[in-house]
Antibody, heavy 127, light 109 residues
Framework: QLHLQESGPGLVQPSETLSLTCTIS??????????WAWIRQPPGKGLQWIGSIYYTGTTFYNPSLKSRVAISVDISTKQFSLKLISVTATDTAVYYC???????????????????WGQGTLVPVSS | QSALTQPPSVSGSPGQSVTISCTGA?????????VSWYQQSPGTAPKLMIY???NRPSGVPDRFSGSKSGNTASLIISGLQAEDEGDYYC?????????FGTGTKVTVL
């Protein structure tokens, strides 16, 4: 049974960098049918996709966050990570990592639906 | 990348059917058959309920079904039960990445 677990600091200062890691167990990051994604949810608000990464390192980012986001993957440690720079209070949210199943098309391997989620971690941005 | 549009809330009595709509544009939801639906209870992570418009993952009750017509997808809950209360989000692949809906709160009266 695939399990995902987010980890990272509980509080980030404004203008600093938010860094989170997702560790998987019961599965493999090197999967030809899966992307690995970060999604966030501000308190009381809806879900926002941040970005996704394939085991080869191919990434897709939300255009509204692209200039501040980097997602990386380390197959040997079964972890993938999120870095969000220059944070403000509006980046306060519960951050989820998730497996994103994909499908093959003429354009390559395309991200599709999220079938396994971590429990989420609240990251306040505050001084 | 604009969020897909959902009604803020829907409600129904136990045993009734409710439908949640999810409206996008011809460039996203209308172009791709890659719509998924998620259920979220307070304080918990979302749970996949429907993928690729109308497919149910193993373990999801068959009272949950999905469909799509043009730029609008729908989640239908037939035979509403108290445990179905929560927030529901649609999602679709787009040329700019993945986009979620605005979310709908389902209340069982």
């Amino acid at each position: 049974q695939l399990h995902l677990q987010e980890s990272g600091p509980g509080l980030v200062q404004p203008s600093e960098t938010l860094s989170l890691t997702c560790t998987i167990s019961g599965g493999f990051l090197r999967s030809s049918s899966s992307y690995w994604a970060w999604i966030r949810q501000p308190p009381g608000k809806g879900l926002q996709w941040i970005g996704s990464i394939y085991y080869t390192g191919t990434t897709f980012y939300n255009p509204s966050l692209k200039s501040r986001v980097a997602i990386s993957v380390d197959i040997s440690t079964k972890q993938f990570s999120l870095k969000l720079i220059s944070v403000t209070a509006t980046d306060t949210a519960v951050y989820y990592c998730a497996r994103q199943e994909s499908y093959s098309s003429d354009s390559g391997v395309i991200p599709d639906y999220f079938d396994h989620w971590g429990q989420g971690t609240l990251v306040p941005v505050s001084s | 990348q604009s969020a897909l549009t959902q009604p803020p809330s829907v409600s129904g009595s136990p045993g009734q059917s409710v439908t949640i709509s999810c409206t996008g544009a011809s460039s996203d939801l209308g172009h791709y058959n890659r719509v998924s639906w998620y259920q979220q209870s307070p304080g918990t992570a979302p749970k996949l309920m429907i993928y690729e418009v109308s497919n149910r993952p193993s373990g999801v009750p068959d009272r949950f079904s999905g469909s799509k017509s043009g730029n609008t997808a729908s989640l239908i809950i037939s035979g509403l039960q108290a445990e179905d209360e929560g927030d529901y989000y649609c999602s679709s692949y787009t040329s700019s990445g993945t986009v979620f809906g605005t979310g709908t709160k389902v209340t069982v009266l």
